[in-house]
């Protein structure tokens, strides 16, 4: 069975610095990797993917993570972080051929001026 | 291209009760997916719903149950509540080809047992 652990809860950060979120995974079959980010009262917004190719992936809005088969690591980094990036970021893994996520307990981002 | 629509936004129902939830999912996905999101407990996943069948569940009780309607749309409906049923109910939906396809989520349901 796969798992994920996201071992900071909370992340506080002053705006324009820059930020790792960091997600481990484990699994003993190949997985498809995900971020999502959820704002206050909404459901969750698809952030960036890994499915294959290139291990470094980017979202539209600056965040970017790095799929690390060794370490069975995807961590997300921003290098400048805004005010409105705060949020709560899952990490998520499914398996190949499988479509259940199975989702780390949530990072809450916090950015403050 | 809309999203995925779920209804209602709130829903307060008492112990013992009965609650149906409602999804739409993006136009032309064909699965659907059910997931809890309890305070504490974090994101669980309760089922998965494609083309009008049930694919997959996870590991929750029986009086969780659900169906999935030819438009794709699909109902959770949850008996015999528990105060411990009180969380907001994700839905996604997406392509279904072989997990590589995201999950596109709803807003979700809150769902408050008294």
């Known amino acids: 069975a796969q798992s994920v652990t996201q071992l900071d809860s909370q992340v506080p950060v002053f705006e324009e610095a820059p930020v790792e979120l960091r997600c481990n995974y484990s699994s003993s079959v190949s997985v498809y990797l995900f971020w999502y980010v959820q704002y206050p009262n909404q459901g969750l917004q698809l952030l960036l993917k890994?499915?294959?190719?290139?291990?470094l992936v980017e979202s539209i809005n600056g965040f970017e993570a790095e799929f690390n088969k060794s370490q069975t690591s995807f961590h997300l980094r921003k290098p400048s972080v805004h005010i409105s990036d705060t949020a709560e970021y899952f990490c998520a893994v499914s398996r190949t051929g499988f479509q259940k996520l199975v989702f780390g307990t949530g990072t809450r981002l916090l950015v403050s001026p | 291209e809309a999203g995925v629509t779920q209804s209602p936004t709130h829903l307060i129902k008492t112990r013992g009760q009965q609650a149906t939830l409602r999804c739409s999912p993006i136009s032309g996905h064909t699965s659907v997916y059910w997931y809890q999101q309890a305070l504490g407990l974090g994101l669980q996943f309760l089922l998965w719903?494609?083309?009008?069948?049930?694919?997959n569940r996870g590991n929750f009780p029986p009086r969780f149950s659900g169906r999935q309607f030819p438009n794709y749309s699909s109902e959770l409906n949850v008996n015999a509540l528990e105060l411990e049923d009180s969380a907001l109910y994700l839905c996604a939906s997406s392509l279904n080809q072989g997990g590589n396809q995201p999950q596109h989520f709803g807003d979700g349901t809150r769902l408050s047992i008294l």
């Open positions: 719903y494609d083309e009008g069948e049930e694919r």
């Open positions: 890994y499915l294959s190719g290139s291990t």
